[in-house]
C-alpha cells in the first residue's frame, strides 16, 4: 500500500447501487416522486436511474433481494444515499414536492456546510437530499478546520426560496 496517497480531488462518487424488494416500487419513488430519469433497464430485475441523462447515478436491483424485507436498522451497511442538489432553490422545490405528496421526513438538518432533508425510501435505505452552501460561507474553527454541526433546519425559512 502506498504511504502518504491522497485521492485526486476531482474524485467523485459516481453511482450508488442499490438492492430493493420491489423494483417498480422503487421506480415509482426515485423517478415518479424525486424526479430521476429512466436511463436504461436491465431485463426485470435492474434500471439504471440518472439526473440529466448521465449513464447512471442510481442502479437499482433486486437480484439477491426480490420480496424481501427491509435490511436491520442495526447492522452493517449503507447509511443513507447523498443526493446533492445545485441550488437552495432546489432543494426548496423538492421539499415541497415531498409536502405535497405528504411523503414523510425522518429530520431536517442545518450543517454550516449544507442544509438537508432526511427520509427512508420505500426499501428503508436511508436518503438524504441537500445542497452545499459555498465553501466560502462554510463555518471554520479556530485553527482552520471546518466545523460542522447539526442544528435545526427552518423549513420555512427554506420553502421562502420558492417566493
Known sequence: MAENYTIPAGTHIGHVHLKVADLQRALDFYCGLLGFELITMYGEQAAFISAGGYHHHIGLNTWYSKDAPPAPVRSAGL????????????LATIYKRLTDAQYPLTGASDHGVSEALYLNDPDQNGVELYWDRPREEWPKNADGSIEMYTHHLDLDGLLKELA
Open 79 to 90: 447509511f443513507h444515499t447523498a443526493i446533492l442538489y445545485p441550488t437552495r432553490k432546489d
